[in-house]
Nanobody
Framework: QVQLVESGGGLVQAGGSLRLSCAASVSTVAMGWFRQAPGVEREFAAAIRRSGSRTIYADSVKGRFTISRDNAKNTVYLQMSSLKAEDTAVYYC???????????????WGQGTQVTVSS
């Protein structure tokens, strides 16, 4: 069983930045970030392969968010910049053996961390 522990959420003003971290108990091929706002289905934000050579982003975050990973620490990061009110959501870290923007292909999920962007 892979355990994922997220940290770094909080309250930030629009235009500000936050960095989320997710520490995994073991290494997996892919790690990703998904988010869910109230009353909205969970949506994909970003994903990265273990090598770090491949990343994918949702159009809504492209150019503002950067995903990276430190394989020595089994940790993935999501650097979020130019935050908007619509980025407000619970952010979930996910891990699995398929590099994808499809949440159904990820086997393990963190508990989530709240990000609130005030306008």
């Amino acid at each position: 069983q892979v355990q994922l522990v997220e940290s770094g959420g909080g309250l930030v003003q629009a235009g500000g930045s936050l960095r989320l971290s997710c520490a995994a108990s073991v290494s997996t091929v892919a790690m990703g970030w998904f988010r869910q706002a109230p009353g909205v289905e969970r949506e994909f934000a970003a994903a990265i392969r273990r090598s770090g050579s491949r990343t994918i982003y949702a159009d809504s975050v492209k150019g503002r968010f950067t995903i990276s990973r430190d394989n020595a620490k089994n940790t993935v990061y999501l650097q979020m910049s130019s935050l908007k009110a619509e980025d407000t959501a619970v952010y979930y870290c996910a891990a699995g053996n398929y590099f994808s923007d499809n949440g159904a292909l990820y086997d393990y999920w963190g508990q989530g961390t709240q990000v609130t962007v005030s306008s």
